[in-house]
């Protein structure tokens, strides 16, 4: 805006970091929200951040979305995994396992549990990539009275892999389209058809093998 009047100049110069002033601590809550209650896509909510970050065309800002992410899913990670423990510690339960429990299937965990005997550790960092893979791998940690020390170890690393993940996820949908909310656009969409291939995949699979058995 070459002929802007100094004013204009200057509210758009402050446009930026009042966006990131609200932004940063939204995306901090919405996915240490989504890391407790596994509801809010937290995949969508960083990549969206990312594509943001990424027309700002400042390195500090993708490395601030990067650091906010990553420490927002491992607290919410540890806190649910502390939860979690607290009722298989107790001797009736309690509503957050109760909850872990129902949004996994039988199936599901005995594949998770076979998973972290032969992998223990390694298996986080993979069940934080998976679609749908976090909390089969927390609950058969859980259940494996696994040390929370061990589990914040395996995590961190996990959570590192996550946020970068789909950070680039976010930079990809930014470099392709020359508008943000067109990369915002085709972030989500991704992000969603991630998260929703590996069930789709997996009914597909259980519809074809029962046809075959019939």
Same mark, same amino acid.
């Given at each position: 805006m070459p002929n802007a009047p100094p004013e204009l100049l200057a509210a758009a110069r402050d446009v930026a970091p009042a966006q990131q002033a609200v932004g940063y601590p939204s995306l901090f809550l919405l996915v240490l929200v989504g890391s407790l209650v596994p509801v809010v896509p937290t995949g969508a909510v960083v990549s969206s951040a990312a594509v943001v970050a990424f027309h700002h065309e400042a390195a500090y800002a993708l490395l601030l979305v990067f650091g906010t992410a990553a420490i927002a899913a491992f607290l919410g990670d540890v806190a649910l995994?502390? %939860?979690? /423990?607290?009722? *298989? +510690?107790?001797?009736?339960?309690?509503?957050w396992l109760d909850r872990l429990r129902d949004r996994v299937a039988p199936g599901q965990l005995a594949h998770a549990q076979r998973r972290l005997e032969q992998h223990r550790i390694s298996v986080l960092v993979l069940s934080r990539l998976l679609p749908a893979g976090r909390i089969p791998v927390m609950l058969a940690c859980l259940l494996a009275r696994m040390p929370l020390r061990t589990f914040v170890r395996g995590n961190f690393p996990a959570c590192l892999a996550w946020a970068a993940t789909y950070q680039l996820i976010g930079i990809l949908g930014g470099s392709l389209f020359p508008e943000p909310w067109q990369g915002v656009a085709a972030a989500v969409a991704l992000t969603v058809l991630i998260s929703v291939a590996p069930? *789709?995949?997996?009914? %597909? +699979? /259980?519809?074809?093998?029962?046809?075959?058995?019939?």
């Open positions: 995994y502390w %939860l979690g /423990g607290r009722g *298989v +510690r107790s001797r009736n339960g309690s509503r069930p *789709v995949w997996r009914r %597909l +699979r /259980g519809h074809g093998g029962q046809g075959r058995g019939a």
